[in-house]
């Protein structure tokens, strides 16, 4: 038999828990510092709410199913009509294992389909581990279709939409939203990804919020010198740029971040820190301008080329109309494909 399953984001946990106890006239049946769940039987209903997304509002709908029979038919029925889907099979997320698929319908909301194998102490298994353990946030290879972040403890993608109007009209995130957060990753974060970072925060026109690090940052903390010359040469602010672990940004602490681009072949393949908030990820492939042997002018034309590939594919990013930048598998499907173009 199944059972309905809507997951929100909201800023207060103990405020919405009065408010949906007081709706449902039920406690819920599990509360933990930043989830709750309740299991209603009228209607079916398993209804949660947690605060680890970016903004308030819906995160995902989905069927909760009773055996793996049920998980087959509908897996079955969506691969029967063409649906993009995503196979996690057995995984955690939300202090449950669950084996899973989900299916993005035409509006990009995520569709979760599952059968809960157990609880976890957790709000999944990654948290226990350290960080360069833990599952994949973006691996080499992964698919184009829109759907929820991949990994192994990949769920509950933010959707934004604004809860006090959501059925009258579509959500809209106008100039008065926080700016979107970008971090883009390489391996030293000497070089490409600090270039990405200072000119989306240089084009951003405050809708987007840039940062960068790596999984092996420089000792010095200094990036690539002739990346800092081809910044200023370009007219573009070079303070404060700096050499960092990734680990700064899977904190709990950290700010969110709503889009994570891998920009180096090897980061993109590298075990990635369980980011919060599950951010959209895509991989923009570019060639190391710090690599291969020649004179100081033609290393920096080389910076200056990357500099300029990188520019072309953010103002295209820039460029999206809001709704493309709405939620993180919207978010997601329009970076890849700008990756590909």
Not at 232 to 253: H, P, Q, V, Y
Not at 317 to 331: C, D, H
Request: hydrophobic share 40%.
């Amino acid at each position: 038999m199944k059972r309905f399953h809507v997951h929100l984001h909201v800023s207060d946990l103990g405020q919405s828990i009065a408010f949906y106890s007081s709706l449902f006239a039920a406690r819920p049946t599990r509360i933990e510092k930043d989830y709750a769940k309740w299991m209603l039987e009228d209607p079916r209903v398993n209804f949660a709410i947690s605060t680890r997304g970016n903004r308030p509002g819906l995160d995902h709908l989905g069927f909760q199913v009773d055996g793996a029979d049920e998980l087959g038919e509908l897996k079955g029925r969506a691969e029967a009509a063409g649906m993009a889907l995503r196979d996690e099979g057995a995984t955690t997320c939300c202090y449950a294992r669950s084996a899973k698929h989900w299916v993005t319908d035409p509006q990009g909301v995520a569709w979760e389909h599952f059968h809960t194998l157990g609880n976890i102490p957790v709000f999944n298994d990654a948290q226990a581990l350290p960080a360069a353990a833990a599952a994949a946030c973006c691996p080499t290879g992964a698919p184009s279709v829109p759907v929820p972040a991949s990994g192994a403890a990949a769920c509950c993608g933010p959707m934004a939409q604004n809860p006090s109007n959501a059925a009258d009209k579509e959500p809209s995130m106008t100039s008065a939203r926080s700016p979107l957060n970008v971090l883009f990753l390489c391996t030293h974060n000497s070089a490409r990804s600090i270039l990405a970072e200072a000119l989306l925060n240089h084009m951003g026109q405050g809708r987007f919020k840039a940062h960068s690090a790596g999984s092996s940052p420089r000792d010095s903390q200094q990036p690539h010198s002739l990346g800092l010359q081809v910044l200023r040469n370009a007219g573009i602010a070079t303070d404060g740029l700096r050499s960092k672990s990734w680990s700064e940004f899977a904190a709990l602490d950290a700010p969110q971040m709503d889009l994570i681009i891998t920009v180096c072949d090897n980061a993109a393949g590298e075990v990635c820190p369980i980011w919060p908030g599950h951010p959209a990820t895509a991989h923009w492939g570019y060639a190391d301008p710090s690599e291969g042997d020649g004179t100081e002018a033609q290393k920096l034309e080389a910076f200056r080329h990357t500099l300029h590939a990188i520019k072309h594919r953010l103002e295209l990013l820039v460029a999206l109309p809001e709704e493309k930048l709405l939620g993180q598998t919207v978010l997601q499907s329009a970076a890849r494909q700008l990756a590909a173009g």
